[in-house]
């Protein structure tokens, strides 16, 4: 497929080899999709500008890939907005820097957008390097939705399926409520109309947040799984591996779960958020106490961590190098 009116968005921080490995994955394979393609570096306190310049000159890029260097690090949402406002294409494509773009699946993307002129975004399957899938796309975080990840227990997931975040990986096109930003095409057009992403939250909560500002103006969200890009999951924040061993969480999740309860449901939604994971915990330790296989997911100092900022939902995140 050949369109040119496209351009990729691309946020370094102290991620320089997995950038240049995802900008191997663009070019050539849909380079006769992308018109521009521009990698944001949030401000890395290591020698990435140095290696994602190299390997631009090296590899005779430097007309269609332009390197911008932030004046700080503000974040996921920051960073991308400095490289959407750069973009002057119709569709604009957000790319995590450890992702690999399978051959097509940009052009996969586009056709979907092209073809559904009501879709404000496109996502494609998410998938680790051997082709498992990854789950990609989900329901809007409820209050109550607290409660089915805490408690981590079969029976209170299927009682509220109908709340539970994850939605099931599928290979039909789909439209969920929201989708993984760690790639995801949207319109220039809703960027026009809804604004930017939301700068105050430094990491996380920030993709469900545009979505959910999406969905009010009208724009429908397509998943297409037959696009398929390599999500490595390793990127500048680890935050994955320190859910995975139950480390305490960045103090900057915490304060965008607040921003984010608080902004859609009130202070009442916030405290009820609060109260059901406080019970799904009640529900974890015993079957802690109750069975040696049991495994829980919560993590260290989780129970005092979500009442972050709590008494002032809309202060401004502390930055983690101030932590």
């Not at 599928?170 to 989708?179: A, G, V």
């Not at 700068?199 to 969905?215: G, L, S, T």
């Not at 009442?268 to 109750?290: D, E, K, P, S």
């Amino acid at each position: 497929m050949s369109f040119s009116n496209l351009s990729v968005v691309i946020v370094n921080y102290v991620t320089p080899k997995l950038t240049c490995e995802c900008l191997a994955s663009l070019y050539p394979n849909d380079s006769d999709v992308i018109q521009k393609t521009f990698i944001v570096d949030n401000k890395s306190p290591d020698d990435s500008l140095d290696v994602i310049a190299d390997y631009i000159d090296k590899n005779s890029l430097s007309e269609v890939v332009s390197v911008i260097p932030s004046e700080r690090n503000g974040g996921f949402s920051a960073g991308n907005n400095l490289g959407i406002n750069a973009c002057d294409s119709e569709f604009i494509l957000l790319l995590n820097s450890d992702t690999i773009v399978r051959p097509l699946a940009i052009g996969l993307l586009v056709k979907t957008l092209i073809d559904n002129p009501m879709a404000g975004m496109a996502s494609p399957s998410l998938e680790w390097e051997d082709g498992s899938p990854q789950e990609s796309c989900f329901r809007f975080h409820r209050p109550i939705s607290e409660l089915i990840r805490s408690a981590c227990t079969g029976p209170i997931t299927k009682l509220l399926k109908r709340y539970d975040v994850p939605i099931a990986v599928s290979d039909k096109i789909s439209r969920p409520e929201w989708t993984s930003f760690a790639c995801v095409l949207v319109r220039r057009e809703v960027f026009d109309q809804i604004g930017l992403l939301d700068e105050e939250y430094f990491m996380y909560f920030e993709d469900v947040d545009f979505c959910q500002r999406a969905r009010v103006h009208g724009w429908d969200i397509i998943h297409n799984p037959d696009a398929r890009m390599v999500h490595l999951g390793s990127g500048s924040s680890g935050i994955k591996d320190k859910a995975a061993q139950r480390k305490r969480m960045p103090r900057y999740l915490y304060e965008s779960r607040t921003r984010y309860y608080y902004k859609y449901f009130g202070r009442g939604g916030l405290l009820a958020a609060n109260l059901f994971w406080y019970l799904g915990w009640c529900v974890a330790m015993t079957r802690t106490l109750l069975s040696v296989s049991y495994q829980s997911n919560i993590c260290e100092a989780q129970w005092k961590d979500i009442w972050t900022n709590f008494g002032n939902p809309n202060t401004p995140y502390v930055h983690p190098k101030n932590y």
